[in-house]
């Protein structure tokens, strides 16, 4: 089956500082994969979603780049973090066996 | 374009009461639609779903009937527990390389 990896599970940065969450998919191959953030008490918005290895679709514009250097390694950075980037950020993967996305675990940031 | 509506909350209920929370979609194809669970502190996690008309999933006591001519998706569990207590989102995904769409989330609080 398949599974979701991301980390790390929880971070604190300053303001101005550069962010790397990294998500690992097992279990399936040539993965469509998304990031989401989920701010306090919101439902989730959908940042980056991709296809292949190196297509990457922004749904919003933001200080936030996603890439994906391997098929089933998808990453979430920023050169210079925000207030507003804090959150609760997603990754999730879907699999040749259908429509069906499953959820990595989460990854807290709170940008200070 | 897609969209999900799911009933505001939070809902507070008695352990054993019944569970109903509302979704209902907008889809410009012919969408499946999901039930996911985040309970507090995790990621999300798929709880069931439906893939074409008049289907029911069901997990964990829950369930939910694809409602095609009412365009609705509604969660129902007859007999709730403690351990219930989490967010809950109706989502929903069109055939192809499309991203879930989903509902802002349920909040559900069980109390003894």
């Known amino acids: 089956s398949q599974t979701i990896h991301q980390w790390p599970a929880t971070l604190v940065q300053p303001v101005g500082s550069p962010l790397s969450l990294e998500c690992t998919v097992e279990g399936t191959s040539n993965p469509n994969l998304y990031w989401y953030r989920q701010a306090a008490g919101r439902g989730l918005q959908l940042l980056f979603y991709s296809v292949g290895i190196g297509q990457i679709s922004s749904e919003v514009p933001q200080n936030l780049s996603a890439s994906r250097p391997q098929d089933r390694q998808f990453i979430l950075s920023s050169k210079k973090l925000l207030l507003s980037d804090s959150g609760f950020y997603l990754c999730a993967g879907e699999g040749q066996s259908g429509n069906t996305i499953y959820f990595g675990e989460g990854s807290w940031l709170t940008v200070v | 374009g897609d969209s999900v509506t799911q009933m505001e909350g939070p809902v507070t209920l008695s352990e054993e009461a019944f569970l109903t929370i509302n979704c209902t979609y907008t889809?410009?194809?012919?969408?499946?639609l999901f039930w996911y669970v985040q309970y507090p502190g995790e990621g999300l996690q798929l709880l069931l779903k439906?893939?074409?008309?008049?289907d029911k999933g069901s997990n964990k006591g829950f369930e939910a009937t694809y409602r095609k001519e009412t365009t609705s998706f509604h969660l129902e569990k007859g007999s709730v527990q403690v351990s219930d207590s989490a967010v809950y989102f109706c989502a929903l995904s069109v055939a192809g390389n499309t991203p879930l769409v989903f509902g802002k989330g349920t909040r559900l609080s069980v109390i003894a």
């Open positions: 439906a893939t074409k008309a008049d």
């Open positions: 889809a410009t194809g012919y969408p499946s």
